[in-house]
């Protein structure tokens, strides 16, 4: 993507038990179409620590993107107006993350943070859901669209591409669900080594 282009980016945090096992998400569109989304899993935290850690981990995405210009939305209130000024921080466990937040949005010549309700932020919604119910088995980021508008592009770095002898991702989610499955009470290092072998020799190219 060149230099000036602006994204929509909706992000979320969820917690359950607050603190409780925890996610966060982000969906990036383009044009209103969406180009990329990325969850990954917490352990045990709070939802507003969730809400931050998406908020720091789109940034960062957005800024490899080289894109200038931002509209952040999140059901936070609490971040929306503390991002915004209106609130101050005063949770120790918060100030690490809101000042990462600030630091990286000086990256950006504008960055517009709004306040949405639930119901128009559910994509980013259901991938903190899926995250938590362990069904999003990669954390890495989906690219959705390889155009962004008129410049072709390849997927980011670290993204999953599959080779042409690979079964198609619906398949490699199912083997790697299977694979965890069975070997959920291994190391986890082990387990994620036996997963990318598994997929390498089922011919999914892997970065």
């Known amino acids: 993507m060149s230099a000036g282009r602006k994204l929509t980016i909706n992000i979320d945090g969820a917690a359950r038990g607050n603190p409780g096992p925890a996610a966060w998400a982000y969906v990036i569109r383009h044009d209103g179409e969406i180009v990329l989304e990325e969850c990954g ?22 800024a490899e993107l080289q894109a200038d210009t931002l509209d952040i939305k999140s059901d936070s209130e609490l971040l929306v107006k503390q991002m915004n000024g209106e609130y101050k921080v005063r949770n120790a466990n918060l100030l690490p993350l809101y000042e990462e937040a600030n630091r990286l949005r000086r990256q950006f010549k504008q960055v517009d943070l709004t306040h949405v309700y639930r119901t128009e932020n559910k994509d980013a919604d259901r991938l903190c859901n899926e995250a938590l119910d362990g069904r999003a088995v990669d954390a890495g980021p989906r690219p959705r669209k390889a155009e962004i508008g008129s410049e072709k592009e390849p997927p980011p770095a670290n993204t999953h591409t599959r080779s042409a002898g690979g079964g198609g991702w619906a398949e490699a989610k199912d083997l790697i669900r299977k694979l965890i499955e069975e070997n959920s009470a291994g190391d986890a290092n082990a387990v994620a080594e036996r997963i990318v072998n598994t997929l390498q020799q089922r011919g999914f190219k892997l970065p």
């Open 41 to 62: 899993k917490l352990g045990n935290t709070t939802n507003n620590v969730a809400e931050y850690t998406a908020l720091v981990r789109a940034l960062e995405r957005a």
